[in-house]
């Protein structure tokens, strides 16, 4: 399958070097570029893209927005300036599936497009713990959203902790005494259940509703 990609940057110079990367791959092809969020959000609506490779930092509509105005099946893969940088948080509880900085080595972009677009994320759970405990929590003073403990299972709760907490499919099969694809068949439930797109937004759920705290063990 031939990758189609969105480059969606305010800086022409930035689109031009992404280009020059990903098309010397045989398995990608750049079907546009925009300027801003407004654009990238028409263009992925025309060109239906498998994956956007989106900066946050736009005029007019930011990447923020923007990802939040793009559905699935795209996926969004978030251009950053800093590691850690808050408005790519933002973007990742907007819809993005992860994030990768600017200065990243070629090679490591050409792979984050890959992954993003065989429909993983890129941010491993554990790393995606950190980020929600230092962006995404809400405010002590604001009551957690519920768990939609009526929607999962009890199991599915375990696995969804357990997930949050940094575990891979294999750690949690040995946790729970149960084949990795039992735990793989567990994960892909509780996503459509709850309406969320891959383990990224798996774990910032979890950390929103308080099913999961910071420092648990």
Known sequence: MTIRVLLADDQPLVRSG??????????????GEAGDGA?????????TPHVVLMDVRMEGMDGIE???RI?????????????????????????????????????DIVRAVRTVAAGDT????????RMVRQYVLPAASAPPRPVGGEQLTAREQEVLRLL????????IA????????????????LL??????????????????????PGAS
């Open 18 to 31: 992404l280009r020059v990367i990903l098309e010397a791959q045989p398995d990608i092809k750049v079907v």
């Open 39 to 47: 654009e990238a959000v028409a263009m992925a609506r025309r060109l």
């Open 66 to 68: 923007a990802t939040r």
């Open 71 to 107: 559905d699935p099946p795209t996926r969004i893969l978030i251009l950053t300036t800093f590691d850690l940088d808050e408005y790519a948080v933002a973007a990742l509880r907007a819809g993005a599936s992860g994030f990768i900085v600017k200065d990243t080595e070629r090679d």
């Open 122 to 129: 890129l941010l491993s759970p554990g790393v995606t713990g």
């Open 164 to 171: 949050a907490r940094g575990l891979s499919n294999a750690e």
């Open 174 to 189: 040995e946790r729970l005494f149960v084949a990795e694809g039992t735990v793989k068949a567990h994960v892909s439930n």
């Open 192 to 213: 459509g259940k709850l309406g969320l797109r891959d383990r990224v937004h798996a774990v910032i759920y979890a950390y929103e509703t308080g099913l999961l705290r």
